[in-house]
């Protein structure tokens, strides 16, 4: 009996795995861009259980940018979020939804259509409360 009770109790405890941290660290240290993004604008659409969100964002400060962007451009970003996991659902965590007005210190790769996707999985934004970012194992202070 006591076996049964285990068994049940590790094929629950792995229902909602979650990816460990260190890959969301390393997507952060590989994103193209990393940006402090202020949101002027959301458009959020539901299609049957997801949820497009598109943002228009001024860039407010670049710590890191592939694609040489400039401060002050204005760019777009896309991505989804299921609206409703079913019962045992895996995978990584989802990107929470932007606020307009807000600032955030977004992780990005620009796609060939020319908008930016978040580039940390799960954690592609951060809000900027947050005083410090880690790069490259030194701590960058945000102005």
């Known amino acids: 009996m006591i076996k049964k009770i285990i068994l049940i109790l590790l094929l629950v405890s792995?229902?909602?795995?979650?990816?460990?941290?260190?890959?969301y660290e390393k997507a952060k240290k590989?994103?193209?861009?990393?940006?402090?993004?202020?949101?002027?604008?959301?458009?959020?659409?539901?299609?049957?259980?997801?949820?497009?969100?598109?943002?228009?964002?001024?860039?407010?400060?670049?710590?890191?940018s592939l694609n040489k962007l400039n401060k002050d451009s204005i760019i777009t970003i896309k991505y989804s979020r299921i609206l409703k996991k079913e019962m045992g659902w895996v995978g990584p965590s989802e990107n929470y939804e932007l606020e307009k007005d807000k600032i955030y210190i977004a992780y990005l790769k620009k796609t060939k259509n020319g908008y930016f996707i978040p580039d940390a999985r799960g954690d592609s934004f951060k809000n900027y409360i947050e005083p410090l970012i880690y790069m490259k194992e030194e701590k960058i202070e945000l102005h």
């Open 14 to 23: 792995n229902l909602f795995c979650e990816l460990p941290p260190y890959v």
């Open 30 to 64: 590989n994103a193209q861009e990393v940006l402090v993004i202020n949101v002027k604008d959301t458009n959020i659409h539901d299609i049957k259980n997801i949820r497009y969100i598109n943002i228009v964002a001024s860039i407010v400060d670049i710590k890191r």
